[in-house]
């Protein structure tokens, strides 16, 4: 069995230090990709990226890129200890004025989505296109789950977001990503101005239950880490830029989202601007 070669590690999510805390030992590989594996430690998932990577709080990103032949030997990963501080994103603001700010710089957003590049996956959704196949019959459900977002009606956006999991294809389908970013928004307002968050939460946990049978264990993973708030560090940026009125900072931070991955950057801040629809 190859022997991997790990790298230092520049910088690691709070909840990949937490499940770190105890090494690596009895880690086996979910997954592969050409610039990240995907790692079960003791039952609880992290991800390994090189130093360009995006930061989610399961991310340990390594000095050096993680090669997809590499596989664990048993040795533990260093974990950085005091001199490395784990990234976790600044609390939200606390008020009805930050949450309206969110809503209003989210429509503004949408009004200058095409300069943010070519969408893929629901983006096109964001500049009023079609969506291209396998995407195409998705179009009600995600008017349905944006409708019900601007509706306040947690139940409804619940329904459209259940039939949209799985949809898609790679790792973490469209359709996962859509509707983790629409309530990832959801989660930011509930945090901003409390409103409905016991029925948004309830619609979160119905969503979270039927990841597990709808779609693959790591996206219903990180799906559920969307439900709870807990994203890749663009999205904190975008949601904290909107809420204080930063179009510049938001604009940076959508572009920076709307590079992950195939589609999935799109597809997220697609369901950002879902679900805060004026």
Request: proline share 7%.
């Amino acid at each position: 069995m190859p022997r991997m070669q790990r790298g230092t590690v520049v910088a690691i999510g709070w909840r990949a230090a937490q499940i770190l805390e105890g090494g690596m030992g009895g880690a086996r590989v979910l997954a592969r990709l050409s610039a990240s594996i995907y790692v079960s430690v003791r039952g609880e998932m992290v991800w390994l990226g090189g130093p360009d990577a995006v930061l989610h709080a399961r991310a340990v990103l390594l000095s050096e890129h993680p090669e997809p032949a590499m596989c664990l030997d048993g040795t533990p990963l260093p974990v950085p200890g005091r001199a490395i501080q784990a990234w976790r994103p600044d609390p939200l603001p606390r008020d009805p004025a930050s949450a309206a700010a969110f809503r209003s710089g989210s429509a503004r957003l949408a009004r200058r989505a095409a300069s943010l590049g070519q969408p893929t996956g629901f983006g096109a959704r964001v500049l009023g296109a079609p969506l291209a196949f396998p995407l195409t019959a998705a179009a009600p459900l995600a008017d349905t789950l944006a409708d019900a977002c601007r509706g306040e009606a947690p139940e409804r956006a619940a329904a459209a977001a259940v039939a949209l999991l799985g949809l898609g294809a790679g790792l973490t389908p469209s359709g996962d990503d859509f509707v983790g970013g629409a309530f990832f928004a959801r989660a930011a307002l509930a945090q901003m101005s409390g409103d409905n968050a016991d029925r948004w939460r309830l619609a979160a946990s119905t969503i979270r239950t039927a990841a597990a049978r709808a779609t693959h264990p790591i996206s219903a993973t990180l799906l559920g880490d969307l439900l709870a708030g807990h994203g890749w560090k663009p999205m904190h940026d975008l949601v904290r830029a909107l809420a204080c009125g930063n179009d510049g900072a938001a604009a940076d931070a959508a572009r920076r989202l709307s590079r992950l991955g195939h589609s999935s950057g799109w597809d997220l801040l697609a369901g950002v601007l879902a679900g805060t629809a004026p």
